[in-house]
């Protein structure tokens, strides 16, 4: 089982960036999927994911606005815009079997996390 991130980067402030997670070793579109991150010095948080059941999605008041979550089967996408300084940091996409991720979301799987850096 695994969940697989890509594209991370190096991005200035004012940019976008998408990231992709793809479910790898089940069915993960019987999972609920979603992104969270971690900044250096920073609890964990996360940001926003997709239902398992109906494809409703939940997004951080953090980060809604600016952050959209999506997801089509095995595969979900954060796309990132206006970045900020204060959005470096790891992002982790995540997976659970909860049916509707909110606020206190705490997700059983995780991938390895990919590297944001957002430069001022």
């Known amino acids: 089982v695994e969940l697989r991130e890509s594209g991370g980067g190096v991005v200035q402030a004012g940019g976008s960036l998408r990231l992709t997670c793809v479910g790898l070793?089940?069915?993960?579109?019987?999972?609920?999927m979603g992104w969270c991150r971690q900044g250096r010095g920073s609890e964990r948080e996360c940001l926003g994911a997709?239902?398992?059941?109906?494809?409703a999605t939940w997004l951080s008041d953090s980060v809604k606005g600016r952050f959209a979550v999506s997801r089509e089967g095995d595969t979900v996408y954060l796309q990132m815009n206006r970045l900020a300084p204060e959005d470096t940091a790891v992002y982790y996409c995540?997976?659970?079997?909860?049916?509707?991720?909110?606020?206190?979301?705490?997700?059983?799987?995780w991938g390895q996390g990919t590297q944001v850096t957002v430069s001022s």
């Open positions: 995540a997976s659970d079997a909860s049916r509707y991720p909110g606020a206190g979301w705490s997700p059983d799987y």
């Open positions: 070793g089940r069915t993960f579109s019987f999972y609920t």
């Open positions: 997709v239902s398992r059941l109906d494809g």
